[in-house]
């Protein structure tokens, strides 16, 4: 079945520092990508997605780019702020249904 | 505004009595599914419905019943509910070919 790997959390940073948070996944056929982010107390919304292979999603400065060859969609924001802190997934959508699959979460932490 | 909205956003109940959740989305989406989300285990899918009528299991159905009498709403029942389903439950739609999906604020559940 389909599965996402995430790197375990929390990540803690300073304001300005370079964010990378690994993703990996296992699907048959050729699964959409996505980003979800939660804010403490809220639902998931999304932050960006890729449907096909090499595509880059981008959104409020973070970027993923849709890696068949090495099966991945890291996340990575060049310079953090302190409301980017947040719980991050990735996920997947294989097929025309919407059975979706999700990694663990991140928790990111951006302090001053 | 385009939003889902659940009720109750609290919930703290005993062992074995009946529950409702009720869910409802108001952009005709088609797809609607619900999540429980665990420390360490992320979301999981325990129901999913492409439609009026038309329902799924995720991954973790057991224990739950849902129904899709309207195509806006999509409860989630707990006939019997258990100190293990203890969790925080999300509702999301999405509409046909878009697979963004749209969360809910989310409810969290306490059971006794």
């Known amino acids: 079945g389909n599965s996402v790997t995430q790197m375990e959390g929390p990540v803690t940073l300073s304001e300005e520092a370079f964010l990378t948070i690994n993703c990996t996944y296992t699907?048959?056929?050729?699964?959409?990508l996505f980003w979800y982010v939660q804010y403490p107390g809220e639902g998931l919304q999304l932050l960006l997605k890729?449907?096909?292979?090499?595509d880059k999603g981008s959104n409020k400065g973070f970027e993923a780019t849709y890696r068949k060859e090495t099966t991945s969609f890291h996340l990575e924001k060049g310079s953090v702020q302190v409301s980017d802190s947040a719980v991050y997934f990735c996920?997947?959508?294989?097929?025309?249904?919407?059975?979706?699959?999700f990694g663990t979460g991140t928790k990111l932490q951006v302090i001053p | 505004e385009a939003q889902v909205t659940q009720n109750p956003r609290y919930l703290i109940t005993v062992t074995g009595k009946k529950l409702t959740v009720t869910c409802s989305q108001n952009?005709?989406?088609?797809?609607m599914s619900w999540y429980r989300q665990d420390p360490g285990l992320g979301l999981r899918q325990i129901y999913y419905s492409m439609n009026v009528e038309v329902t799924d299991k995720g991954d973790v159905p057991e224990g739950y019943k849902v129904s899709r009498k309207e195509k806006r709403n999509f409860p989630l029942i707990l006939e019997s509910p258990s100190p293990n389903q203890t969790s925080l439950y999300f509702c999301?739609?999405?509409?046909?070919?878009?697979?963004?999906?749209?969360f809910g604020p989310g409810t969290r559940l306490t059971v006794l």
């Open positions: 890729a449907t096909k292979a090499d």
């Open positions: 999301a739609s999405s509409g046909w070919g878009n697979n963004e999906q749209f």
């Open positions: 952009m005709n989406h088609e797809y």
């Open positions: 996920a997947l959508n294989s097929g025309g249904y919407q059975k979706v699959t």
């Open positions: 699907a048959t056929g050729y699964p959409s």
